[in-house]
Each structure stands twice: as C-alpha cells, then as structure tokens.
C-alpha cells in the first residue's frame, strides 16, 4: 500500500490512500493537527491505524505527493525517516494481522471508555433534575448545558 504525504490547501499535512475495487477508487485522507515531527507522526500513525481498522495488511510505502509538495527537502525526507525508524523500526512498516487485532481491541476499549462517561453524563443530569425537583417531562428536555448551569433563578 502506498501512502502519500502531502500538503492540503490549508497547508496541513495529510496522509492519502488511494483503494481501488473494480471500477470504484475510493481516498482515505488523514490530516494532521500537529506541527514538525509530531505532525509527522500524526499523518503517518492515523492513516497506518486506519489501514489496519479496516483490516488491510501488508507493507506499506509512504512517498511525498509531487502535486502538493513540489520538491521534498532533505531534511522533510530524513524526518520521515526518523518518524518511521522510531515507529517501526529498520523494517519499516508492515501491517500485520497482529496489528489489525490490535487496533480493534483499543478502539474497543476506548469505545467502552466514552460509553462510560456518556453514562456518567445522564447519571449526573437525571440526578440534578432531581435534585432541582424537575418532573419526568422537564427531566428529559433538560440539555448538558441546563444540568451544568447553577440555580440562579
């Protein structure tokens, strides 16, 4: 698989994956919010987890888009070798099945995670409706912003 790093017109960093099945190319973009090698390692690490979260194994290549960054400079392509040594050592990145379990399971957990709070959330709002002595009917129109609001009326 071949990932292209690339500037956006905003001038981010985006990582781009091209998939094609039969007749239809679909484009996976990436982009980074970080700045420098964090920015790096942002394009690259998202756009390797989301190959491997949709179960896509293999090797991958990274290369600069010619058509957003005209002439990589030395040190653009010795940061991009930096960020994957320090990733994924002298063999470079591979996807492996491995990984793709990998990547489910702490989607999963994180998942469970906003799960949680979410249920915490509407624990903390029914019991301040109650609290603030609201009936069934002002209990459920109540927003997040309500339930954080003080009594001040």
């Known amino acids: 698989m071949d990932i292209l790093l690339g500037r956006s017109v905003s001038g981010t960093l985006e990582a781009k994956v091209e998939l094609e099945l039969g007749r239809t190319t ?15 390692e942002e394009a690259i690490t998202g756009m390797y987890r989301t190959l491997a979260w949709l179960g896509l194994t293999g090797e991958v290549n990274i290369y600069f888009d010619g058509s957003t960054i005209e002439s990589p400079s030395d040190g653009e392509a010795e940061a991009v070798d930096a960020v994957l040594r320090r990733l ?15 990547v489910h399971q702490e989607v999963g957990e994180e998942e469970d995670r906003i799960a949680g709070r979410f249920d915490t959330l509407i624990r903390r709002m029914k019991e ?3 609290r603030r002595g ?10 997040v912003e309500d339930a954080l609001r003080d009594d001040e009326e």
């Open 128 to 130: 301040e409706g109650l």
């Open 26 to 40: 679909s484009t996976i973009v990436v982009t980074a919010h970080d700045e420098g090698e964090d920015e790096l």
């Open 88 to 102: 994924y050592g002298e063999s470079g990145p591979t996807i492996t099945p491995e990984d793709v379990a990998r």
């Open 134 to 143: 609201l009936n069934k009917e002002e209990r459920e129109k109540m927003t």
